[in-house]
Nanobody
């Protein structure tokens, strides 16, 4: 499975971004998919996950109510809609499927 994350950028606090994780070599709907992030100097942190088949969703406490994870079967992607962004959301965001990690996309939120 090859994962490609995209959609990061530089935004101001309060803005929104939509990240996307695309899979090649496999069908996303067969897998649980998760987003993690890592800020400079900090450990990688769980952000959100969506389960296979029933699409149950889970969120880290710091993003609950602001982020929404979703799956597009047609596009074979999993997206992370991030609203009301805060400077502490800054970091590189990675999607993960099993032991496979994407290369990450950088999100920078200025105050």
């Amino acid at each position: 499975v090859q994962l490609q994350a995209s959609g990061g950028g530089l935004v101001q606090a309060g803005d929104s971004l939509r990240l996307s994780c695309a899979a090649s070599g496999s069908t996303f709907s067969n897998y649980h998919v998760a987003w993690f992030r890592q800020a400079p100097g900090k450990e990688r942190e769980f952000v959100s996950a969506i389960t296979r088949v029933v699409d149950d969703t889970f969120y880290g406490d710091s993003v609950k109510g602001r982020f929404t994870i979703s799956r597009s079967v047609a596009e074979n992607t999993v997206s992370l809609q991030m609203n009301s962004l805060k400077p502490e959301d800054t970091g590189r965001y990675y999607c993960r499927v099993g032991q496979y990690w994407g290369q990450g996309t950088l999100v920078t939120v200025s105050s």
